[in-house]
């Protein structure tokens, strides 16, 4: 009992340092972005831009697929989960657009802006809520936070610190410092999931994750067509639809 009673101490006392981790790799990789950003040209900004925009599709598209796509015993593929999609992104919609998500996240970001001294930087808010979409969505983050919680195991949430350091890292290169604050939203996203884990634990089925996982990279592709200036998608406004992707394959 008292051998046990030491590793359970010993896990609480490193509980937690995932969620931390992820919070400090985004300000890092935020840094290190705006110190590439005051060297580079606003061409080589645009171009850096652009390469994001593919990169973010990609992910969100090939996770998508990944989840989506299904191979029968026959060789033939099929489109599993469609109704769970379109049911959790129209409801996600109606529910995103009826509360306003996406205008109160950047009126949150107009108030970092004016807390950081940030008025002259015109790309503050929508860096921050480009990365912030961007690092929070998908079935990492909650998973990884549960894991952390539960567990002590923050391997899955080491793992999204290296690719979100990167891609804030790349963002913040061509978005500007509002995206390096993006830190903040991963830090109250997750850290609510770490303080709910014991209550989300049972949910988050290998079904509910897979439905979370699609519906997420459906957001995160949203997030690329964005930042490619195709005609704009309010993703703040669908956060809801991964609620709802969850909750489908649970009813």
């Known amino acids: 009992p008292l051998r046990r009673q030491r590793q359970m101490c010993i896990r609480d006392r490193f509980s937690g340092i995932g969620v931390l981790a992820n919070v400090l790799g985004i300000v890092g990789?935020?840094?290190?972005?705006l110190g590439c950003r005051r060297l580079i040209?606003?061409?080589f900004q645009k171009a850096i831009m652009m390469a994001c925009a593919v990169a973010v599709i990609f992910l969100g598209l090939t996770g998508t697929v990944k989840e989506m796509l299904q191979i029968g015993a026959d060789g033939g593929v099929t489109l599993v989960g469609t109704n769970c999609m379109l049911a959790s992104l129209i409801g996600g919609a109606v529910i995103g657009e009826a509360i306003d998500l996406e205008d109160r996240m950047e009126r949150f970001g107009h108030w970092l802006q004016q807390k950081t001294g940030s008025g002259g930087d015109t790309r503050f808010v929508e860096g921050f809520v480009t990365a912030s979409l961007t690092v929070c969505i998908g079935a990492m983050a909650v998973i990884g936070s549960i894991n952390d919680r539960l567990l002590s195991d923050p391997s899955v949430l080491f793992?999204?610190?290296v690719i979100d350091a990167v891609i804030v890292m790349i963002m913040t290169s061509a978005l500007g410092k509002g995206c390096i604050f993006s830190a903040?939203?991963?830090g109250i996203f997750q850290g609510i999931i770490f303080l709910l884990a014991g209550f989300l634990e049972p949910i988050m089925t290998p079904a509910a994750l897979k439905s979370l996982s699609a519906v997420g990279n459906i957001l995160i592709f949203c997030v690329g067509t964005n930042l490619f200036g195709l005609p704009h998608v309010r993703i703040a406004n669908l956060l809801?639809?991964?609620?709802?992707a969850v909750v489908w394959v649970l009813v």
């Open 29 to 33: 990789g935020g840094l290190l972005g």
């Open 240 to 244: 809801p639809a991964l609620v709802i």
């Open 184 to 186: 903040i939203s991963v």
């Open 41 to 43: 040209s606003e061409r």
């Open 159 to 161: 793992a999204k610190t």
